[in-house]
């Protein structure tokens, strides 16, 4: 337990004497709520300095920090009178002094004033030996025997806590000092008060016996200690633990720089072969034509030597003839050479810039985090500094076993263990992941920084747009529903906005009509609350199916509220909104399985993708997108992509997802300020790059153009497209 730790005077540290800001020993010490103690006069210099000039250590409220463990605590109105003395280190640095000063103990109770053997704590004053025999023998004085004390070696240096407490006088009043206190003010932070003030200043108020107010003081103590106790090992723990965390921040930092670094190196690597490939390939095709300009000049030649004279002039007219066109081919060359020369040069460039931009982020990253651990770490150094130090004084006090101490000390004790409890309790785990982690860009590939360009959608002025999906020869096929959702539409636009075709649905109630690419021109399409249609793009022709039956069999308020399709069969995989179900179909829409998404997830899901054998998903309910392995009838989370950061806070939650040729991952996310587009790599496990968008943004697809794949995103009202290019460096 506790109290044993320190029980002889002789052996308490030093340090726990000391003021921590003189660093002498205690004078008149004073207790901060905190439990720290200081000099009397050296808090009262810091409070008037305070009260005078605020500075960082205090407020302009008048408050101060504690200069060993930070906590702040406010400046009683009366100053350093106001906070309560430590009178049981004060008697404990009294006695140690009382040993310190062996040549100037002389008795003063006699005239002879002989070397002191003893001393009265009640007289305050050294004793002879036979001051001290008459002390202890003599009638008139026997209210002094329990207080007197001898320097005899053996009493000396075993002298305790507890037996120092019993020699000294019970306090005095602090009204009347010359009456001893009899009972306790429990109103005034328990005042030792004699029997007038109970009648006097104290009238009224509620007072308690010190021997009963003792024990219940000391039974709180032993609790709390105990109890403080059971996290000894967690507090140096989280200082480790904390340690440890900057290690790691420092080797991940290290290695991420030196994979940046790696990759850089090897795409410039490319980039420089492939120009002096392109440069000895020139070289050849420009050989060749001039080659083939000999042959032809020398054919010529030889057909012409018989009528020289003739057809002089035919002859110059032809060579000057085939002379421009080997100068137009050679130009030619010449600026495709030029042009993938600047084109790589460019790409190098770019290549470079990114690299810095990505280092200094990363070089960012790791700065604010290891000033977060830092952080951290000055906070739990002053966290241990307050439970070494509660632990101290509640051994200390313990240890005295005396009723005044007591109720003087442990109140204060207890008050300060509360507030240590909750800091020592606090789990920093998910908060150290975070910080040992480095979210970095890579540098191969992105989405283009500017839009290529941005069209209104014809044809869709009192329309609201809630799908988009990329057709076959650059087309798109755009659904929505009307303001008055009392209509829904498929259309077919081009790349300029240009409507060519468009279906209206006339039905009552329609919150949203989605859609996909199926295959070829097919289109497949679902709308509010169960309809599954395949639309033909070149023809227009429609073919619906109700699914109720299969999406609303155990609920009415289950509906459908996204789709998806499997490239590799052509299977459509729909989402239930309120339902963690997904349902697939065949291409002709027959029900063919059912599928489970986690059960520790939300409502079902905002959008879905199929990305080889996974199931990508987005729940806006639980702000998490994850990919799900279609296996059997429960899919089993595979992973959860991090969510993007965007001018300095995080995004919220996902809406939308699709992926490219490549397969690559696109998530459309939700942010405060803005909507966020952001690329992850083919796995999911990395963000490669990141970008704002029209905050009425509501989905994304992507379609190819002329061998070109472009990113689109769809706002909702008005509805506009916007496109972005796909770059990759190679």
Sequence with gaps: MASAKVSLIKDIDEKFLQCHICLNRLKD???????HHYCRDCLDKVFKKILSEPTSEGDEDGSTECPLCRQKHKIPDNGVDGLKSDFNTKNIIECIELNEHEPLRVCIHCSKKHKATGYCFKCNDFLCEKCHEHHLTNPIVKDHRPHVFSFNEAEANYLTVEKLASLKEVPRCSKHPTKLSE?????CRNLPICGPCTCGAH??????????LSKTERGKLTTNVEELGKNNQKVYETQERLDSANEILSRAAETETTKLQEEHDNEEKKMKMKQ??????????????LEVLKEKLNKRKQE??????????RYDRACKEDHIQA?????ELQERDEAENAELQKKMESLSTKFKELLISLQDEQRKQATRIKQLTVHFNDIVRRFENVTKMASSVLAAKDDWTDVQCIPDINYAIHPLMKEVRKDITTELKTLTSLTVKSILSGITEKEESVVTIEGNGEWNVTGIAGSEKGNVVVTGISTDYTKSFISVNDMEGVQLRKYIFSSDGVYYRVCSVLSGSSIVTSCFPSEIGIYDVKDGRYNKTDVGNIVQKDHYDWYIGCLAVDPSNHDIIVGSRHKKDVFVFDRNVNHV?????PCSRGRGPTDIAVHGTTLLVCESSTGAAYAAAMKGSVCEQLYEFSKPSFDGSACTHPLRVCTDRKNHIYILWSHPGCKVLAQFTTDGGRLLTTRSVDDAATCITTVITDKTEKLLVATRNPGRLHVYGLSVIS
């Design 276 to 289: 002096l490939s392109n440069r000895g390939i020139i070289k050849k095709e420009r050989e060749k034509v």
């Design 183 to 187: 009972l306790c003010c429990s109103t």
């Design 203 to 212: 009238k009224g108020h509620d007072f308690q016996e010190v021997s009963v």
């Design 327 to 331: 100068d137009t081919l050679l130009a």
């Design 593 to 597: 399985n059912t599928l489970t998404l």
């Design 29 to 35: 010490p004073k207790l901060l709520p905190c439990l």
């Design 304 to 313: 012409l030597d018989e009528e020289v004279k003739t057809a002089q002039d």
